[in-house]
C-alpha cells in the first residue's frame, strides 16, 4: 500500500466511524484498529485527530471554492458564473456527501486555529457568490430589488440542505438535481430582460430550464 493510499484510508475509516458514534466516540487506537495500519502509520500522515478532523472539512470547502474561482474566472455573463457554482457546488454533496455530513455533525469540535480556516474559506466563497449576483444586478440581468448578502444567503442554505436528503441511489442524478435548484434560482433571479436577451437566453433554455 503506497503512503497515499494508506492517507485516504485512514480518511475512509475516520469517516465511517465519525458518521456512527460521533467524533468523541472515536479514538485514534480504533481508527487504527479498523483501518488495519499501525499508530505510526496514522502519525505519519495526521498529527492528531483533530487534524484529521480538519482535513474531512477542508477536502469539501476547497473543492467548492476553487470551483467557484474557476466559475469567476472562465465565464463571461453573471448568469453563466452562477449557474457554474450551484452546479459544483450540488455536485459536491454526491462527491463528498460522508465529508459534509460529518461537518455538520462534529464542527463544533474542530479546534480554534482549524476553525478559523475553515471560516476563511467559507467567507471567501460566499465573498464570489455575492460578487456574482452584484454583477448581475449592475449588467441587469438579476433584479435589482433582491438584497444580495439575502439572496446569496439563501443560495447557499437552500443547496445546503441537499445533505440530508440526497440519495445517490435514487431516481435522480446529482446532474438532474443541479439543473431543478439552477431553474429554481435563475426563474427567481433573471429580470424579464434578461430572459428575453439573445445572449442569455439560448444558454438558459439549453442548459436549465424546464418550461
Known amino acids: 500500500m503506497t503512503e497515499k493510499q494508506l492517507k485516504q484510508r485512514i480518511i475512509d475509516t475516520a469517516l465511517n466511524l465519525f458518521e456512527k458514534y460521533g467524533y468523541h ?3 485514534v487506537d480504533r481508527i487504527v484498529a479498523e483501518c488495519n495500519t499501525s499508530k505510526g ?10 487534524e484529521l478532523l480538519y ?10 471554492l476553487n470551483k467557484a474561482q474557476e466559475a469567476y474566472a472562465t465565464y463571461e455573463t453573471p448568469t453563466e458564473r452562477l449557474c457554474a457554482i450551484i452546479q459544483s457546488f450540488v455536485k459536491a454533496f454526491d462527491l463528498y456527501k460522508p465529508h459534509i455530513t460529518v ?3 462534529e464542527s463544533t469540535y474542530l479546534k480554534p486555529e482549524y476553525s478559523k480556516k475553515i471560516n476563511e474559506k467559507r467567507e471567501q466563497y460566499k465573498q464570489i457568490l455575492f460578487q456574482v ?3 448581475g444586478i449592475e449588467a441587469g440581468e438579476f433584479r435589482p430589488e433582491l438584497p444580495v448578502e439575502i439572496t446569496g444567503m439563501s443560495i447557499i442554505g437552500m443547496v445546503n440542505w441537499t ?3 440526497f440519495n ?5 442524478t446529482i446532474e438532474e438535481i443541479a439543473k431543478i435548484f439552477t ?3 435563475l426563474h427567481s433571479l433573471l429580470t424579464d430582460q434578461a430572459k428575453l436577451n439573445d445572449k442569455i437566453t439560448p444558454f438558459f433554455l439549453s442548459h436549465f430550464s424546464h418550461s
Open 183 to 185: 431553474d429554481l434560482i
Open 163 to 165: 445533505y440530508k436528503w
Open 133 to 135: 449576483i452584484r454583477d
Open 168 to 172: 445517490p441511489n435514487g431516481p435522480m
Open 25 to 27: 466516540g472515536v479514538t
Open 103 to 105: 461537518f455538520y455533525q
Open 55 to 64: 482535513h474531512i472539512h477542508d477536502v469539501f470547502i476547497t473543492y467548492v
Open 41 to 50: 502509520g496514522f502519525y505519519h500522515n495526521f498529527k492528531s485527530k483533530d
